[in-house]
């Protein structure tokens, strides 16, 4: 069997891709080896934001990008993405004084064309203390906007779904074993509960992520692979009754921002920047990661006074692929690469990075890149127009 593309890894990114190239004609094999949304993809912060703190980095054009996207998923997915009330509290220790806050979330509001899930206000004073509980003391300012939300694993499963009603094949739970580049098609092998399926691809697909290396490691000859740190993001989640909305914080430690925000009836908070080495699969939130959101929830929440590890009731750790760089993750770009070693696989693509957010125009983008090298398909459908709902 020859398939115009086949994916590996049942990510985000993967998910897209497979709805993209299904949309656009092209026959589309996924091998997944676990589960869909099994890594990264079900270990987000659970948002469909538009990038508010990529602003201080200067990614304006990210935060565009997301913004529109973000205003797509919420027509297109009305059951999987929810605009949430965001709140910005300033203190008289915070970093980010509230002429920047303002001045950054007229900025946001612009790049989203003002419209109404675009803009913001500034919470009057009488109403601080209806903020589930938020401290008060040096309180000088709230600003409240709005951004999406989602469940990241079941956003993942409906755009598997809709890839597969336009065509698209999923091989789960089914291993990579190898590929052998050439010219016109790569010959691919990979297992379905221990028996080993052989075909052949026109393009092949990594979207693993943390394990997107480890993937070309089983192309022989290897092709030139690029260097990226995983940056872990570990989540807390608390028995407490979710809050009203979130709320965008500043950890006292660092600057760095900090969600506290609703889950699944609970409070959840999130998310860390460790540098991460060794095996994705093995990666766990460190003891000094969920102490330290327990310290950022202690500073803000007054009934979370003296919080610890011993109050967390779930954890979880995702992983981020960033350029390779030295300084702080938090300030790195979010920038997302397709890379081809054209001398010894020009047909095999890889997908470095990536946003939740962004997932599904970043797939248009790909397919675009690369439909030059597969054949003329009738289109069947565009993913701007596809309804995505919960299976």
Not at 70 to 85: D, I, K
Not at 188 to 208: E, M, P, Q
Request: hydrophobic share 40%; aromatic share 8%; charged share 25%.
């Amino acid at each position: 069997m020859i398939y115009d593309m086949v994916i590996i890894g049942g990510g985000i990114h993967g998910a897209g891709v497979a709805q993209a190239a299904a949309a656009a004609g092209y026959s589309v094999l996924i091998l997944e080896k676990t589960a869909i949304a099994h890594g990264t993809s079900s270990k987000s912060s659970k948002l469909i934001h538009g990038g508010l703190r990529y602003l201080e980095s200067g990614q304006i054009k990210l935060v565009f990008e997301c913004l529109s996207e973000r205003s797509l998923l919420l027509e297109l997915a009305p059951e999987l993405v929810r605009l949430e009330s965001f709140f910005i509290p300033i203190y008289k220790h915070t970093k980010r004084r509230s002429w920047e806050i303002r001045a950054a979330l007229s900025i946001y509001a612009a790049l989203g064309k003002f419209k109404l899930d675009a803009r913001f206000v500034k919470v009057p004073e009488a109403q601080w203390k209806n903020l589930d509980g938020i401290s008060l003391v040096n309180l000088q300012a709230v600003y409240k906007y709005n951004d999406g939300a989602t469940d990241d694993a079941a956003l993942t499963r409906a755009v598997i779904q809709s890839a597969k009603s336009l065509g698209a094949q999923l091989k789960m739970p089914a291993e990579f074993i190898s590929a052998i580049p050439g010219d016109d098609v790569n010959d691919i092998k990979y297992s379905v509960n221990g028996t080993i399926h052989s075909c052949k691809a026109r393009l092949l697909v990594n979207t693993a992520g943390p394990w997107a290396n480890a993937v070309l490691e089983k192309v022989t000859p290897i092709p030139a692979k690029r260097e990226f740190d995983l940056v872990s993001g570990a989540h807390i989640v608390l028995n407490e009754t979710a809050p009203s909305g979130m709320y965008y914080v500043e950890a006292p430690q660092d600057q760095r921002a900090v969600f506290v925000m609703p889950w699944k009836g609970k409070t959840m908070i999130g998310t860390t920047e460790t540098v991460f080495s060794g095996d994705p699969s093995d990666v766990t939130p460190l003891p000094e990661e969920e102490t330290y959101l327990c310290d950022v929830a202690s500073s803000y929440f007054p009934k979370f006074k003296d919080l610890t590890r011993e109050k967390i009731v779930e954890s979880f750790a995702g992983l981020r692929v960033l350029p390779h760089a030295s300084g702080k993750p938090f300030s790195r770009p979010r920038e997302t690469t397709f890379h081809v070693d054209k001398k010894i696989a020009p047909r095999i693509a890889t997908i470095y990075g990536g946003k939740l957010t962004a997932y599904r125009i970043t797939a248009e983008k790909f397919v675009a890149k690369f439909s030059a090298s597969l054949p003329r398909r009738k289109r069947k459908a565009e993913t701007n127009k596809l309804p995505l709902t919960p299976i």
